[in-house]
């Protein structure tokens, strides 16, 4: 596709129930990224995959969040028994490998946790 | 401590009054710095990446800069299109996550 693309743009879910956030990276791309905002807060490192390699799983805040990716293409970000505090807007963005530095990101997924 | 510190948080202007936003950072190694440019209820939108001290890049009305501490983007003659957040990001060098590191971002407001 032209760009990165997210699904779904808005979710809202009761506390302790599991979601799922899926991500399309720009075709092409071998690394994909997910960051968290948080309101009044900066983009959160939360995990990256790059091509066949194990994934950098550094950045995610506890086990309730764990993420897959399918080859280089779509990856789906799952955060199971929501808590409120996980209410931010999720991020998705991919980059070219082989040199390119530059991530590219979607239009992100705003989770609300009631 | 912030890796990333941007300042000023929030900067209102007038339509034609030129500025600049701060980007301080503190990292053992620079792979790369970015600047971002964030409309509500969108993704980032990517503006730059300067690699080392003393490059500069430039699009339409920004120019971006780079020091071994701090990074600007001057901003001439904005024009009201110009409001929104811009975000700053680096990349630290030597087999360190591969994640950028976010500033808060500075919230601008141009007045027409």
């Known amino acids: 596709g032209a760009g990165v693309s997210q699904s779904p743009s808005n979710k809202v879910t009761e506390k302790g129930k599991d979601v799922e956030l899926r991500c399309d990276p720009i075709?092409?791309?071998?690394?994909l990224y997910w960051y968290r905002q948080r309101l009044g807060q900066g983009l959160e490192f939360l995990i990256y995959?790059?091509?066949?390699?194990?994934?950098?799983k550094s950045g995610l805040p506890s086990d309730r969040f764990s993420a897959e990716r399918t080859g280089e293409s779509v990856s789906t970000l799952t955060i199971q028994r929501t808590q409120q505090e996980d209410s931010a807007v999720y991020l998705c963005?991919?980059?070219?490998?082989?040199?390119?530095?530059?991530?590219?990101f979607g239009p992100g997924t705003r989770l609300l946790v009631l | 401590e912030d890796q990333v510190t941007q300042s000023p948080e929030a900067l209102r202007l007038q339509e034609g009054e030129s500025s600049s936003l701060n980007c301080s950072y503190t990292?053992?190694?620079?792979?790369?710095l970015f600047w971002y440019r964030q409309d509500p209820g969108k993704g980032p939108e990517f503006l730059f990446t300067?690699?080392?001290a003393g490059e500069e890049k430039e699009k339409e009305r920004l120019k971006a800069t780079l020091t071994k501490k701090e990074s600007f983007l001057h901003i001439t003659a904005p024009k009201p299109e110009d409001s929104a957040t811009y975000l700053c990001?680096?990349?630290?060098?030597?087999?360190?996550?591969?994640?950028?590191?976010f500033g808060k971002g500075t919230h601008l407001i141009i007045q027409p």
């Open positions: 963005a991919s980059r070219k490998g082989g040199g390119g530095e530059t991530q590219y």
């Open positions: 075709s092409g791309h071998t690394a």
């Open positions: 995959f790059q091509g066949n390699s194990a994934p950098d």
């Open positions: 990292v053992s190694g620079l792979r790369g």
């Open positions: 300067l690699y080392s």
């Open positions: 990001a680096v990349q630290e060098s030597g087999g360190g996550a591969d994640g950028l590191t």
